[in-house]
């Protein structure tokens, strides 16, 4: 593949992105850079073949022969959205926010969870106006995914548009709806200029979407719609289960929006086609009285009695999990561990 020319466009330790000119035309070539290149080259690779054809996901380029070790992608033809002056006038943050409903409800479709959705990561194309999505680096297929506590350099995803689940510090799975706040938080920043909770410390911005109610885009910038600030903010309910559950209900509730209609009642049509778990624990009440018992016996230096039983695999630590993280117990007092059934010996 000979190219007439090659621009780097955007270089970190991580990755170098370039437009290569060809005869047939423009392409983008993503090199991930690192000891694990190959790898993360096959999973993006595998994400983008299974996006392939949804409408505002970037495709790999046809025609054009995959290279070992890089990514060759379509040229979108335009800027990433965090090169824009923000705020957005409101007639194009609205017409992009359908856009953008539209291509994260087809992703979704497809089983993608993206876990990376920021202004960064869509690129509007120049001669069209359409936003597509790019960047499925830290994209999974798994519609949940239990997160870890990390460390808020290590947390995946970026962190001014980070759901509270994942910060891993709520004991929540993480789920598409992670990616339905990812979009508030950059909706937000398109209307307002800056995302909820600004972008200066990292510390302080898990705090807020964990624990921050942000200003109504609406009151921070007063040209933003009523219905739209609305909508916003209930993209950035912190709980999963008050938040948006499906993209597809919020292009619902955008539409007559764009039409002009000045009140909506966000959510309305939102179901799910398929089940997602509750995000709150149901019918374990009793387990979670039992453990705040154990744990206040703890704190008193007294070994309390483990009052927990029940069968392998039907979720014994998940009180657990949540008790903690609900009731900020600190890290050092809780641990985590497994025990596994003795099978029976022969004779005995
Ligand atoms: N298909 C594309 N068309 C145009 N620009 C792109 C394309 N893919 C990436 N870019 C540009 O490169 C930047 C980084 O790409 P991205 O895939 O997000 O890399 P990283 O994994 O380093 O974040 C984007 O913000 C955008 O400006
Ligand atoms: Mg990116």
């Known amino acids: 593949m000979a190219a ?3 621009v780097v466009l955007h270089a970190t330790d991580q990755t170098r992105i370039s437009r290569l000119v060809l005869p047939s035309g423009c392409v983008i070539r993503k090199e991930p850079l690192g000891p694990d290149a190959q790898r993360r080259v096959r999973h993006e690779v595998e994400i983008l073949e299974r996006l392939a054809g949804v409408e505002g996901v970037v495709h790999l380029a046809a025609g054009a022969a995959q290279r070992a070790g890089s990514i060759l992608l379509a040229d979108v033809g ?5 090169r824009r002056e923000t705020p957005l006038e409101p007639v194009e943050l609205i017409d992009l926010a359908v856009s953008l409903a539209h291509a994260v409800a087809g992703m979704h479709h ?3 969870v993206h876990r990376d959705l920021c ?3 869509i690129v509007v194309s120049e001669d069209s106006g359409a936003p597509y999505l790019i960047d499925f680096a830290l994209a999974t297929t798994f519609s949940v995914v239990q997160p870890e506590f990390a460390h808020h350099g290590a947390a995946v995803g970026t962190v001014p548009y980070l759901a509270p689940e994942q910060t891993g510090r709520t ?3 993480v789920d598409q709806r992670a990616d339905l706040y990812a979009l508030g938080a950059s909706l937000y920043e398109l209307a307002t200029g800056a995302p909820p909770f600004g972008t200066e410390d990292p510390i302080r911005m898990i705090h807020d979407h964990l624990a921050r109610v942000p200003d109504p885009p609406g009151a921070v910038e007063p040209s933003v719609p009523p219905a739209l600030s609305e909508i916003i903010m209930h993209l950035l309910e912190k709980e999963p289960d008050d938040r948006y559950q499906t993209a597809e ?3 619902h509730d955008l539409a007559p929006v764009r039409r002009g209609v000045v009140a909506v009642r966000p959510g309305e049509h939102d179901l799910p086609t398929q089940p997602l778990a509750p995000s709150r624990l149901c019918g374990r009440d009793r387990d979670i009285d039992q453990l705040d018992a154990a744990f206040a016996e703890a704190v008193t230096g007294r070994i309390p009695r483990g009052p927990r039983r029940g069968r392998a695999g039907c979720g014994q630590d998940i009180p657990g999990q949540r008790a903690a993280a609900d009731r900020g117990w ?3 007092l809780v641990r985590r561990g497994q025990v596994r059934p003795v099978p029976p010996r022969p004779g005995v």
């Open 119 to 121: 202004p960064a990561n």
């Open 78 to 82: 335009g800027t990433a959205l965090s």
């Open 171 to 173: 004991g929540r799975p």
């Open 330 to 332: 600190r890290r050092r």
């Open 110 to 112: 497809r089983g993608v």
């Open 4 to 6: 007439a020319s090659q």
């Open 249 to 251: 209900g919020l292009a």
